[in-house]
């Protein structure tokens, strides 16, 4: 008996002594990218107790809510034969693997062995990764950077001023974080992908300024009698005029706010993408609206809409993929002054990425595109 723990011991400390931890060719492709906060879910998805999957970077987490509200994170793969711990279960905080019971704490570190009995000592010293986890905004963030925290979660505009209401969505979109937010800032494409619902076609001249920042590129048009969506009659019935911004935020997130008057009325749309694998994306929309006493009665449409808008994003993200697939990713963009805000955000994304490439310099550029 004593033998074979023994030689248990000493082949799982072979394993322990390698330092690094687990990561994916996402992950290491990726550079300074990995080094923000990601959206893993809506804090209500995280229920006490109840072990939720998710792959980010390529990378399995299990994240689990622990009885003093706070979440947890380690890698989702078990020491011992590599099991998915989220299909275990927990007892007193710690994880359960379901194959042969390894229990391990938040920390990642392994508790008991129940084959080992008592022999605390034949537990390996080797973790499993541990992630920082915070949670603002009715999100639930994780760090997987290769340094400390440095920096905060995007902070996402919950409108809490009177008035005001808020909802997120959840979507996966079949396609990367470079072209996603791309299509989220994207206002020519709303007058095909979204014909009838959004925008419709006018060919009017819109004229914008684009400014690109060290970590933003801010877009504001200049096109106070625009119309979008419902009719102008529920949204806008004293035609104050609109006031339109597309804002990107390195390294992932996007902010389009409609508003009327001082914000009078209006919509703020903000979305953060969790980048899943290459072409797959998580993205966590807060969708913030106000509409005098109209508020609540376009609340009870608004969700149905909302879904329907970004199906249609999704819908031509995938088309466009699969056909980014058939080219074997080799991509040859070509664009025109109007897509000045697409170069700005690959160049802030790419320089993530590569550091070595020259720093994208501040710049303001006055664009017109025609919609
Ligand atoms: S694989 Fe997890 S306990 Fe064996
Ligand atoms: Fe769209």
Redesign the pocket.
């Known amino acids: 008996m004593e033998q074979v723990s023994n030689h248990t011991t000493d082949q799982t400390n072979a394993i322990a002594n390698k330092e690094d931890r687990y990561t994916s060719k996402m992950y290491e492709a990726s550079g300074d990218l990995v080094n923000y906060w990601y959206a893993a879910g809506q804090s209500k998805e995280f229920k006490t107790g109840k072990p939720q999957a998710r792959t980010i970077f390529d990378i399995p987490i299990v994240f689990w809510r622990k009885k003093d509200g706070t979440v947890s994170a380690i890698l989702d793969r078990c020491n011992h034969r590599n099991a998915p711990l989220s299909k275990g279960k927990t007892i007193d905080d710690c994880l359960v693997c379901p194959y042969h019971g390894w229990k391990y704490d938040p920390n990642g570190q392994c508790v008991d062995i129940p084959s080992e009995g008592p022999y605390k000592e034949r537990i390996p010293n080797k973790k499993v990764d541990a992630y920082k986890i915070t949670e603002q905004y009715g999100l639930v963030w994780v760090w997987m950077g290769r340094k400390a925290p440095d920096k905060e979660p995007f902070k996402m505009p919950i409108m809490e001023e009177k008035g005001w209401k808020w909802y997120y969505m959840r979507t996966p979109f079949p396609n990367n974080v470079t072209d996603l937010v791309e299509?989220?800032m994207?206002v020519p494409?709303?007058v095909y992908?979204?014909e009838g619902w959004?925008r419709d076609r006018k060919q009017i001249a819109v004229v914008a300024k684009v400014e690109r920042t060290e970590d933003s590129v801010l877009v504001s048009y200049d096109q106070p009698n625009d119309s979008i969506g419902f009719s102008q009659l529920i949204v806008n019935p004293k035609k104050l005029p609109m006031k339109h911004t597309d804002n990107f935020y390195m390294p992932n997130n996007t902010r389009v706010d409609y508003t009327y008057g001082e914000q009078e009325r209006g919509f703020i749309i903000c979305s953060t993408c969790t980048p899943v694998r290459p072409f797959e994306t998580m993205v966590y929309t807060l969708i913030s609206y106000k509409f005098g006493w109209l508020t609540p009665l376009i609340g009870l449409g608004l969700p149905f809409y909302t879904r329907k808008?970004?199906q249609?994003?999704v819908d031509?993200m995938k088309l466009h993929a699969e056909n980014l697939e058939k080219f074997n990713y080799k991509t040859e963009y070509r664009s025109t002054l109007c897509d000045a805000m697409h170069i700005y955000i690959e160049s802030l994304r790419e320089h993530a990425v590569e550091p070595k490439k020259q720093v994208p310099k501040p710049i303001v550029k006055e664009v017109e595109f025609w919609i």
Do not use: A, E, G, R
Request: no cysteine; proline share 0%; glycine share 0%.
């Open positions: 299509n989220f994207d494409h709303t992908v979204h959004f808008v970004i249609q994003d031509i």
